[in-house]
């Protein structure tokens, strides 16, 4: 399984989300004004985001192949090692990686990356 690439920048704090759990309960409204609820896995996964502020293009290259050809357009899943606390998750991409160009550094791009554990 690929690891999470180790970039030169640190990511940015706070982490958002930082591991909040997604809503696992399936829930049904009935006539009679009382709600049915039951679990609809056995399992809620934690969520993660993390920015990255003012990346160079080197580590800007080093996650554009991370993403397209390590996990295949976001199709496989990964390690990633929470920047704070240590723990090592699996986890798969949510959506693509965000890159947005920085205004006032030349070559450098900020990046959001959305994660779910699983």
Not at 81 to 101: C, D, E, M, N, Q
Request: aromatic share 10%.
């Amino acid at each position: 399984m690929a690891a999470f690439p180790i970039l030169s920048t640190p990511p940015s704090y706070p982490i958002d989300p930082d591991g909040e759990l997604e809503d696992v309960v399936l829930r049904s409204q009935q006539e009679a004004g009382y709600e049915q609820t039951r679990p609809r896995t056995t399992r809620a996964r934690r969520n993660f985001g993390v920015s990255y502020i003012g990346l160079e293009a080197a580590d800007e290259a080093l996650l554009r192949a991370f993403e397209i050809t390590t996990l295949r357009n976001g199709a496989d899943s990964f390690t990633w090692t929470h920047p704070k606390s240590g723990t090592t998750y699996t986890v798969r991409l949510i959506a693509p990686i965000k890159f947005t160009r920085r205004k006032y550094k030349v070559g450098a791009v900020d990046v959001v990356i959305k994660m779910r554990e699983g």
